[in-house]
């Protein structure tokens, strides 16, 4: 499993960045797409940890900095990244997450704790293919597939029996 792939875990989260905004050039490189500025500072605003941002999380922290972004050119943005599979929508946070995974095809799976809110891409294919499975013995055709689980992560189900 990748280090970046373990934020419940102590690891260099400088080296989670520094990976997300190369894989994102590579990708955007081979797409022939175009990675602005604002693009990839949106990008290196949701990696700077392993919690979700909002749209309007963004937009503030935009402002914070001086850019003069409004909710179009952060929606644009975030739209862009996810087009490219650099991140995900957390639907039941109304945010996103950089993917884990970027540029390889998967369904998105996320272990979201409810308690400190740090999300976990999760990396199991034979999890998709039970969805898949189990869909198409209905006779249906899934387009998309996003599993999102909620519950304590380690550090949280550690800090809960000390309570």
Known sequence: MPESALPYR?????????QALADATAICRQQNARLTPIRERVLELIWQSHK?????????MLGAEGHNAAPPTVYRALDFLLQHGLVHRISSLNSFIGCTQAGEHHRGMFLICRQCGNVLELAAPEV????????????????????????????????????
Do not use: K, M, W
């Open 128 to 163: 998709a293919q039970a969805v898949e499975s189990a869909a198409e013995s209905e006779a249906f055709l899934p387009e998309d597939i996003t599993l999102e689980i909620a519950g304590l992560c380690p550090r949280c189900q550690v800090e809960s029996r000390h309570d």
């Open 10 to 18: 102590p690891h260099n989260h400088q080296n989670c960045v520094s």
């Open 52 to 60: 979700p941002l909002g749209a309007y999380d963004i937009l503030g």
